[in-house]
């Protein structure tokens, strides 16, 4: 089993940056599909943005694209997601979440087999 911590969450100002990190305790991370996804209050968990193993290939949601970046240090068991221009709207609590067996749907929450406990970020002046 897989266990997924992620980090990194706080508050910070509009217009700002923050990088979450979520460390997985699996050496077979590489071959792993990682996902991030955020929820905020009253709202449905949605999808921020996923980076598969095969050719490293990333996605973005539209609300994040151009804002967020995710990249992955395989060495370290690691994902990040990169966040820059963070507007009131963004805030939420961030899961990231692992899938060993990469599915087209990265984008839904359903396939993915782990997740980490989330972290609280919050965006406000």
């Known amino acids: 089993q897989v266990q997924l911590v992620e980090s990194g969450g706080g508050l910070v100002q509009p217009g700002g940056s923050l990088r979450l990190s979520c460390v997985a305790s699996?050496?077979?991370?590489?071959?792993?599909?990682m996902g991030w996804f955020r929820q905020a209050p009253g709202k449905e968990r949605e999808f921020v943005g996923a980076?598969?193993?095969?050719?490293?290939?990333?996605t973005y949601a539209d609300y994040v694209k151009g804002r967020f970046t995710i990249s992955r240090d395989n060495a370290k068991n690691t994902v990040f997601l990169q966040m820059n221009t963070l507007k009131p709207e963004d805030t939420a609590v961030y899961y990231c979440?692992?899938?060993?067996?990469?599915?087209?749907?990265?984008?839904?929450?359903?396939?993915?087999?782990?997740w980490g406990q989330g972290t609280q970020v919050t965006v406000s002046s």
């Open positions: 699996d050496r077979t991370f590489s071959t792993y599909t």
């Open positions: 980076i598969r193993r095969n050719g490293g290939r990333i």
């Open positions: 979440a692992a899938d060993s067996t990469p599915s087209t749907y990265y984008y839904s929450a359903g396939v993915y087999e782990y």
